[in-house]
């Protein structure tokens, strides 16, 4: 094992502080067991991560054990921004989110657009997914958190965070705090603990992009199941990798909460090499010649009307309904795909595609256009089908409605697409559309299948052997880039379960698909045979009293009370104790309760008025436009000239410094203090913030 020059001995927390002018240069002060060798270390190691930037030039002054003060060389540098002082800041207290003894690969092109889309829509859980499932029988909380923690030391994708650069790559760290919360019954309500975990969403450029929460579970609680709730983020995990680890912890959980075996290999590590290597030549043809990367989708001009998007617009939120067949009615449907090659899955894709049609108001033979997700499980890498990780993503459909075609040719031109494409799940919508230039709209619905691995069911029936018997994983809906987005699963009893996430503004126009979605699966395996054409089974609709579907319309605006809200949350945790005593604002760290927070302003004897800010992610348009809100939050504190210090545990100095940076350039003098807190109590910290603000704000 190898000791990284960047250790320390756990004795005391570290504390750094930045000091901003407007127009000097920064200084930075050091505070606790820290040496001059380690600090230039880290300036040498910064200097070898920003290849072709100037070296930044600094002296380190020591005044005695535990104090330093470090001063740059304005001359070498036009602008303060080419200081990465919340990065120094950083490495200085542990390394925070970015270790510098970690693993570095380059992110998928899948990987990339789903944290641009998630970027590009802060705040409000884009790409953000979460399953949830009970646990009835008895349940040992400290194995069952044991088990998880073990989890994560073996799984490096639980590990992996997105870097701060423009061109995002990831970061496979050492080792990641797993984020396990427990709840007693009582506490909360089951909708409002599932609302707020999606609100809180997930940092994809932190590591551990999985939270686990656990309701119940109690001694004193087993009269009732234990619900528990998993939140992730789809940049770096899909479905399939989340049942892939619950199977894990099963595993850990049985084996008394160590999950036996080292570190998975293959991973995600051995994907990216692998995916390197590919080259999309052969793919070009494939999604050219069925319709997916040309103008003309793949026909000859102007034939046929292709039916355009249904749901573009909104922008009120996200909606989520819930719908489900009985058992017979999913066997009944499982049986009639299978007398034409298919599966369920195929059969819903055949049913979607006739109600985009007619809800398009198409006429004679048009194209339909929509998305399915690909497992990204049969891909020709060795060991993909174990592999947790982003392989996931959304493939385009093309598909051609023909009122006179059977509907057995409908489904088995699906069923053939579908095993075509198969050797393509590595490529992502991006790669499909950069193909050939394709200037048609996208897709704007997305159909998913969540299928459950087949050796989840070995431990389930293991559990069983305990007095323990678990339900499978339900997948709750994601907000996905897609206007509309349809989940199929089963549940416990088999059934065949419709969870459909949309836009608000179309909430009338998704409902009544839904409710002909399942109309059609429910009546063509009663009716439709071998020579049922599209038409008859589009008759069907009528035949059942069902109107034409309302085109969508465009976003309604707002109703009162609806806007969003401005700024970030902010608590006051403890008011000044005299007039122009100044304030600290404290930046919460994801996994880190405000309970603690609360305690550190009981500990701390200063006379400041201590403030709860909400969270900034890492890197990316999220981070700015979060480090300005906060900036906009402060406004009144700062322009009263009583004094500020923005204060981060590790991992969150560069957003400190860079609100104390908008403030610097307003003309005032904050200060940035950046805290270890790792196995940290609140008065030890508070004990190193006082030392940090010993002059005074």
Do not use: N
Not at 154 to 168: I, K, M, Q
Not at 633 to 660: K, P
């Amino acid at each position: 094992m190898t000791t990284s020059r960047f250790a320390r001995p756990q004795d005391e927390p570290i504390a750094v502080i930045v000091r901003l002018g407007p127009d000097e240069a920064p200084v930075v002060e050091l505070r606790g067991p820290i040496e001059a060798t380690r600090v230039k270390a880290a300036l040498d190691a910064l200097s070898a991560r920003r290849p072709g930037t100037p070296v930044w030039l600094a002296d380190l002054h020591s005044r005695g054990p535990g104090q330093h003060t470090l001063r740059f060389d304005r001359r070498a540098h036009s602008a303060r921004e080419q200081l990465p002082l919340g990065a120094l800041a950083d490495l200085l207290t542990r390394g925070g989110r970015s270790s510098l003894s970690a693993r570095r690969l380059t992110a998928t092109p899948l990987q990339r657009e789903l944290l641009a889309d998630a970027d590009a829509h802060p705040g409000s859980g884009r790409q953000v997914e979460q399953v949830a499932w009970d646990w009835h029988g008895p349940l040992d909380v400290a194995r069952f958190t044991a088990a998880w923690h073990s989890v994560f030391a073996r799984e490096s994708v639980l590990r992996t965070a997105f870097d701060g650069w423009a061109e995002p790559g990831l970061v496979i760290h050492e080792e990641a705090e797993s984020q396990i919360l427990r709840m007693p019954y009582g506490s909360t309500e089951w909708p409002s603990l599932v609302e707020a975990e999606r609100r809180r969403g997930i940092d994809p450029r932190r590591p551990a992009p999985l939270r686990i929460t656990l309701l119940g579970g109690g001694p004193q609680e087993r009269a009732q199941p234990a619900r528990i709730l998993l939140t992730y983020h789809h940049a770096l995990l899909d479905g399939f990798s989340i049942r892939l680890l619950v199977r894990e912890f099963y595993r850990g959980y049985l084996a008394g909460g160590v999950l036996p075996g080292g570190e998975r290999r293959p991973d995600m590590t051995d994907y990216g090499t692998w995916l390197a290597a590919q080259r999309t030549t052969p793919a070009d043809g494939f999604f050219a010649a069925s319709g997916d990367s040309t103008d003309s989708g793949g026909f000859p001009a102007g034939e046929p009307f292709c039916v355009p998007p249904l749901f573009t617009g909104g922008g009120r939120g996200d909606g989520r309904s819930l719908l489900r067949l009985t058992e017979q009615e999913t066997t009944e449907l499982r049986r009639w795909a299978a007398r034409w090659g298919a599966g369920e899955f195929i059969a819903l894709q055949a049913v979607w595609s006739l109600l985009l049609y007619r809800a398009g108001r198409a006429e004679g033979r048009a194209q339909v256009r929509f998305a399915t997700t690909a497992t990204g499980r049969t891909v020709p890498f060795e060991g993909a089908e174990l592999t947790p990780g982003a392989l996931a993503g959304p493939l385009p459909q093309s598909v051609l409605v023909d009122p006179h075609a059977t509907l057995p040719e409908l489904i088995t031109a699906l069923r053939d697409r579908f095993l075509d494409q198969t050797a393509y799940e590595w490529m992502s919508v991006g790669q499909i559309h950069d193909l050939a230039g394709r200037t048609q709209p996208p897709a704007d619905t997305l159909l998913t299948f969540e299928a459950a691995p087949r050796i989840l069911t070995d431990s389930q029936t293991e559990l069983g052997a305990l007095g323990v018997e678990v339900e499978p994983p339900q997948s709750l809906g994601a907000h996905t880039a897609y206007p509309v987005t349809l989940i199929t699963q089963h549940d416990r009893q088999g059934r065949l379960v419709l969870t459909a996430t949309y836009d608000r503004a179309h909430r009338r126009e998704v409902m009544e698909l839904l409710a002909h979605v399942v109309l059609l699966l429910r009546e063509l395996p009663r009716g439709a045979g071998e020579f049922t054409t599209v038409g008859e089974a589009l008759e069907l609709l009528s035949g059942l009293g069902i109107g034409t579907p309302h085109r969508a319309k465009s976003a309604e605006a707002p109703r009162p009370g609806e806007a969003p809200e401005d700024g970030v949350p902010q608590a006051v945790l403890r008011l000044p104790a005299r007039a122009g005593a100044g304030t600290i604002g404290l930046l919460q760290a994801p996994g880190i309760s405000r309970a603690f927070y609360g305690r550190l302003a009981h500990a701390y004897t200063g006379p400041e008025e201590i403030l709860l800010l909400g969270p900034v992610p890492a890197g990316g348009p999220a981070a700015d436009s979060a480090t300005r809100a906060v900036h906009a939050t402060l406004g009144a504190r700062i322009r009263s000239g009583a004094g500020l210090a923005l204060v981060a545990f590790s991992g969150d100095g560069e957003a400190a410094c860079a609100i104390a940076a908008l403030s610097a350039a307003d003309g005032h003098r904050p200060l940035a203090v950046v805290l270890d807190a790792a196995g940290t109590a609140p008065d030890d910290l508070a004990r190193a913030l006082a030392s940090a603000l010993g002059r005074g704000l």
